[in-house]
């Protein structure tokens, strides 16, 4: 039976691998790991962004972020939920935590169900988005509110967003031990999507946030994690971290699911948010 277990385990933690790695859709995937987290970011005040999640097997391997968006719904990226789908009772999300090494600071819940967005091609990686539906209630965590029509309509150029991780599974050294952060700008989408960018792969789904000369980004594990924006004094996620052609790499910011596009799925999903 152990032996049983250590195989399943095995099994599980390969197919988390190699989803992240697929999830990289660009063939010239050694130059992909050149920054293995947040990339230069900070650690973020501790406790200060309560509604980051840690998706975990076992309660000990992080495999990537996810927000709480109210009642008992987590988001994250269905690339994501993609490899844990069949292992429901295995995965849990860890809630409220800073350090990763100081598990109590947090609280784990069980995972109910996966709703992954009907659309979302693991090819082009487009509408990738999930929600996470939690076995108990959530007490006493303020969940991130969602970005409505007029903000969006906000967001131009010098808009400056944050994304937020804990950095990447299978790289241990790379791996932080706290919550990391990092300030980057709205990229335009077609600027994104021209020739010396992403070349048309950027779908209306999908938003850019990086700078030109790089440096600055999200990574490998911090998947499934909000990218928010502070509209008059409160903090609206707008994104998801998803993919990117390796990490901070100039003329290649990091691509977020662009939840604005998807609102209508998330409301019939959980009609009660
Ligand atoms: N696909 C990665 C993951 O599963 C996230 C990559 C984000 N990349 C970027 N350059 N911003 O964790």
């Not at 006493?140 to 937020?164: T, Y």
């Amino acid at each position: 039976m152990k032996k049983l277990m250590q195989m399943a385990v095995l099994a599980l933690c390969q197919l988390i691998l190699l989803s992240a790695a697929n999830a990289n859709t660009n063939p010239e995937e050694t130059r992909a790991y050149s920054g293995i987290r947040i990339v230069g970011g900070d650690e973020l005040s501790p406790f200060s962004r309560p509604y980051m999640a840690s998706l975990r097997v076992f309660g000990e391997i992080h495999f990537c972020g996810g927000a709480y968006i109210g009642g008992k719904y987590v988001l994250t990226a269905a690339h994501c939920v993609e490899a844990v789908e069949d292992y429901a009772d295995f995965v849990s999300v860890w809630l409220g935590g800073h350090k990763l090494s100081e598990p109590d600071g947090g609280r784990f819940y069980q995972v109910a169900r996966f709703y992954t967005h009907p659309g979302y091609d693991n090819e082009t990686i487009d509408n990738d988005i999930a929600i996470i539906e939690l076995q108990q209630d959530v007490e006493g965590i303020e969940p991130v509110p969602l970005i409505s029509e007029e903000q969006f309509d906000g967001i131009q150029k010098a808009s400056v967003f944050e994304a937020m991780g804990w950095g990447s599974l299978g790289y241990d050294k790379g791996q932080p031990d706290t919550l990391q952060v990092v300030q980057v700008p709205y990229v335009d989408r077609e600027l994104c999507n021209s020739r010396k960018h992403y070349n048309g792969a950027i779908t209306k789904n999908m938003l850019c946030a990086g700078f030109d000369e790089g440096g600055k980004d999200s990574c490998q594990g911090d998947s499934g994690g909000p990218l928010i924006y502070n509209h008059q004094g409160t903090w609206y996620q707008l994104g998801v971290v998803s993919w990117g052609y390796g990490c901070a790499e100039p003329g290649y910011p990091g691509v977020y699911t662009n939840i604005f596009e998807l609102l209508d799925w998330v409301k019939q999903t959980v009609p009660e948010l």
